[in-house]
């Protein structure tokens, strides 16, 4: 691995499984806790979030606390920033503090690759923008496989505001990798045509009821009003035409599984029957976070 984890597209695949075969052994079984392990002993790692965040935020510090490590978490309101400083200012001066890892969100694409080319202190993205998440797509491969078995084969299908998803382009490259049968649904001004090119055997589909059929893993997606400059679909009417019902799972295949990154807005996205229903796998996805980030925090600090 580079320095820290920047995103999925630059890693191969036999990383990709060492990481999530690592994370397979830090799950809790038989309704324990996550164990503590100390490998990590005497490091310290900054939690630098710019975007605010409860699920991956909160998994990053568990999973360094397990590991035995320090935590300092900083966000954007208490930092310089909020006073005018540059973010290099503000990073070059906690690196002054010898961290021996930076955990990074922002609301800029490429701005943990910025900052890499510029630091020796290992970074691991938390989100870039629209760019990546790869962490992300780390742990949802490790809950497709605690209930699948397998990557290779499945036909997943990532429904929703596909163009502004660091989660979906990181699923992508991911997926891709493991030669999965991926189909893009949404609306056609969240599905441009490009994303056909993200990554071979990528098909896209506006229709949600072609898309989920024969489906092993349906895998939906907020819909990010923050980041859309034009007028949004109303919840009403985006929820009659991409949100994930009942009635598109009988189309799916019968063991087909339920994911969702969070927030969720129920209702917009997703029905509360299917959300809550056994093929859910939404907190399953939540407690992995936690075994796949103290995976990736164990092998950047002790690299």
Known sequence: MPKGLLGIEGIERDEIEQILERARA???HGGQTFAKVNTCTGRLVVNMFFENSTRTRSSFEI???RLGADTLSITASGSSVSK???LVDTINTLVAMRPSA???RHAASGAPHFLSRHLTTPIVNAGDGTHEHPTQALLDARTILDRCGRLEGLRVAIIGDIAHSRVARSNIH???KFGVDLVLCGPPMLLPREMARVASGVTLEYDLRRAVKDADVIMMLRVQLERIHEPAMPAGEYFRFYGLR???MALARPDAIVMHPGP???GREISSEVADSQQSM??????NGVSVRMAVLERVLLQ
């Open 174 to 176: 991911l997926l891709a």
């Open 264 to 266: 969720m807005n129920r």
């Open 246 to 248: 009942q009635e598109h």
């Open 84 to 86: 005018g400083e540059s």
């Open 282 to 287: 939404i907190l399953n996805q939540v407690e």
């Open 63 to 65: 999973a360094a606390k």
């Open 26 to 28: 830090f799950q809790p």
């Open 102 to 104: 930076i955990v990074m």
